[in-house]
């Protein structure tokens, strides 16, 4: 008599984890789904050009911040709902990102003018003069829809969140570059730019409307400068976004625009692997904080092993399917990308380690050790750029997929044994699941 009800429990457990799988999806979809629609419709040079110019604005968006975002993601954990202490904490946190963009703003805007009339400008990046500027603004403004994201996060409103941070920019790009047919990576900026603009604007209307629709006094000032813990956040973000993305700025010194499109394809489409891992660590994470706030190390132990069962089971089977079907998810951008099948399993297998590994990066950071995380990344860091050095003149495209592969396997073997040595666990340890003690 008890099975029937324990179903629909479990449906209300699962629903959580259902919303932000469904919206994450839709995350990496619309993202892939901007670089397939760009790649169909310019010319291998152009495309590379364009995606070029998206790994930089990967890279700068989301540090303009300073950190703040991860900082208030992290305090806002503490609530369980939208109360009136919330609401205040979120609006001490809008002064904390106010500071942080203005520091960016003026470092941002003040290269991009630089970089423009040429004092940046060579023969190997030439085709990015005249789009800094516009790259400054672009990453400045969606760095709101970044902010407000990290507010939602906090609050468990996860799919909200993925839609500001992952989906709104490039789902946006893709209708204008529909509607309007661009023909050259100038243009296509152009639309990028535009859905940059527009989603700061509904971000804003989004945070006075869902955490902040009545005028709440704030209790106290949260910060009255940017604290520490922001900056520690800034620079693990910083030496993450390095690790992942250097070799592919690296690459446009090394390789012409045409093999820059190859292996930047290949590492996106890659990349839908992981977003499994992204799903589980942005369900979990405020769970991960709410066990630790409470000193609650066993809770803490079984939900990274429930995570942990979630990755490895469905990781597998996606990481099979991506090296079975590779060439034909290359050709699908266009048959001349038919031969970076090879760029894309090298990818693939980097963040099936990455998955399988568990959510090790959000649960130090959760844990308030986010320092010992960022020392880790650094370390990736310098080994994804030194191999990208070393490797891409010599392999070319597949030197630089190999660069970023080695270091994300590198970064993972040692937070797993940092998880281990601070919190006393392994992040799967299969004794726990037959219910026999583990060391």
């Given at each position: 008599?008890?099975?029937?009800k324990?179903?629909?429990?479990?449906?209300?457990k699962?629903?959580?984890?259902?919303?932000?799988v469904v919206?994450?999806?839709?995350?990496a979809?619309?993202?892939?789904?901007?670089?397939?629609v760009?790649a169909?419709?310019l010319?291998k040079?152009?495309t590379?050009?364009?995606?070029?110019?998206?790994?930089?604005?990967?890279?700068?968006?989301?540090?303009?911040l300073?950190?703040?975002?991860?900082?208030?993601?992290?305090?806002?954990?503490r609530?369980?709902?939208?109360?009136?202490?919330?609401?205040?904490v979120?609006?001490?946190?809008?002064?904390l990102h106010?500071?942080?963009?203005?520091?960016a703003?003026?470092?941002l805007?003040?290269?991009?003018?630089?970089?423009?009339?040429?004092?940046?400008?060579?023969?190997t990046y030439?085709?990015?003069a005249?789009?800094?500027?516009r790259?400054?603004?672009?990453?400045?403004?969606?760095?709101i829809?970044?902010a407000?994201?990290?507010?939602?996060?906090?609050?468990?409103?996860?799919?909200?969140s993925?839609?500001f941070?992952?989906?709104?920019?490039?789902?946006?790009?893709?209708?204008?570059?529909?509607?309007?047919?661009?023909?050259?990576?100038?243009?296509?900026?152009?639309?990028?730019l535009?859905?940059?603009?527009?989603?700061?604007?509904?971000?804003?209307?989004?945070?006075?409307?869902?955490?902040?629709?009545?005028?709440?006094?704030?209790?106290?000032?949260l910060?009255?400068?940017?604290?520490r813990?922001?900056?520690?956040?800034w620079?693990?973000?910083?030496?993450?976004?390095?690790?992942?993305?250097?070799?592919?700025?690296?690459?446009?010194?090394?390789?012409?625009?045409?093999?820059?499109?190859?292996?930047n394809?290949?590492?996106?489409?890659?990349n839908?692997?992981?977003?499994?891992?992204?799903?589980?660590?942005f369900?979990?994470?405020?769970?991960?904080?709410?066990?630790?706030?409470?000193?609650?190390?066993?809770?803490?132990?079984?939900?990274?092993n429930?995570?942990?069962?979630?990755?490895?089971?469905?990781?597998s089977?996606?990481?099979?399917?991506?090296?079975?079907?590779a060439?034909?998810i290359?050709?699908s951008?266009?048959?001349?990308?038919?031969?970076?099948?090879?760029?894309?399993c090298?990818?693939?297998?980097?963040?099936?380690?990455?998955?399988?590994?568990?959510?090790?990066?959000?649960?130090?950071?959760?844990?308030d050790?986010?320092?010992?995380?960022?020392?880790?990344?650094?370390?990736?860091?310098?080994?994804?750029?030194?191999?990208?050095?070393?490797?891409?003149?010599?392999?070319?495209?597949?030197?630089?997929?190999?660069?970023?592969?080695?270091?994300?396997?590198?970064?993972?073997?040692?937070?797993?044994?940092?998880?281990?040595?601070?919190?006393g666990?392994?992040?799967?340890?299969?004794?726990?699941q037959?219910?026999t003690?583990?060391?």
């Amino acid at each position: 008599m008890t099975r029937p009800k324990k179903i629909p429990q479990l449906i209300r457990k699962l629903l959580p984890l259902l919303r932000t799988v469904v919206s994450r999806g839709l995350g990496a979809v619309s993202q892939l789904l901007l670089a397939w629609v760009v790649a169909r419709g310019l010319t291998k040079d152009e495309t590379g050009e364009f995606l070029f110019y998206l790994t930089c604005f990967t890279i700068l968006s989301p540090l303009t911040l300073l950190g703040t975002f991860q900082y208030a993601m992290r305090e806002l954990s503490r609530f369980e709902s939208i109360t009136d202490e919330a609401r205040s904490v979120a609006t001490d946190l809008v002064t904390l990102h106010s500071r942080a963009l203005l520091i960016a703003t003026t470092v941002l805007l003040s290269i991009g003018w630089l970089v423009d009339r040429g004092l940046g400008d060579s023969a190997t990046y030439g085709f990015f003069a005249g789009n800094a500027l516009r790259l400054a603004i672009g990453s400045l403004t969606a760095a709101i829809a970044v902010a407000v994201s990290g507010h939602l996060h906090g609050l468990r409103r996860l799919a909200s969140s993925i839609f500001f941070s992952h989906i709104g920019v490039p789902a946006i790009t893709v209708g204008l570059v529909l509607v309007f047919r661009p023909s050259t990576a100038d243009q296509v900026i152009s639309c990028h730019l535009v859905a940059c603009l527009v989603m700061a604007m509904l971000a804003v209307a989004s945070w006075c409307w869902i955490i902040a629709p009545n005028r709440v006094p704030p209790l106290s000032p949260l910060v009255r400068k940017i604290p520490r813990e922001s900056f520690d956040f800034w620079s693990l973000n910083a030496c993450q976004l390095v690790m992942n993305w250097s070799p592919l700025v690296i690459a446009g010194y090394f390789l012409a625009t045409a093999e820059i499109a190859e292996v930047n394809l290949a590492q996106r489409a890659g990349n839908l692997i992981n977003f499994l891992l992204i799903v589980v660590s942005f369900t979990f994470a405020p769970t991960f904080r709410f066990h630790h706030s409470q000193g609650d190390m066993a809770g803490l132990r079984h939900t990274v092993n429930q995570c942990s069962r979630y990755l490895i089971g469905l990781g597998s089977i996606l990481f099979a399917a991506v090296i079975v079907g590779a060439p034909l998810i290359m050709s699908s951008f266009g048959n001349h990308y038919r031969g970076s099948a090879t760029i894309l399993c090298i990818y693939a297998l980097g963040q099936y380690f990455n998955v399988i590994t568990g959510s090790v990066n959000q649960l130090l950071t959760m844990c308030d050790h986010e320092r010992v995380l960022r020392n880790i990344c650094w370390g990736s860091a310098t080994c994804s750029s030194c191999l990208a050095l070393s490797l891409t003149p010599w392999l070319g495209p597949v030197g630089v997929a190999l660069a970023t592969s080695m270091a994300l396997i590198f970064q993972n073997v040692l937070a797993v044994m940092a998880v281990r040595r601070l919190l006393g666990f392994w992040v799967f340890d299969i004794r726990t699941q037959f219910g026999t003690s583990a060391a």
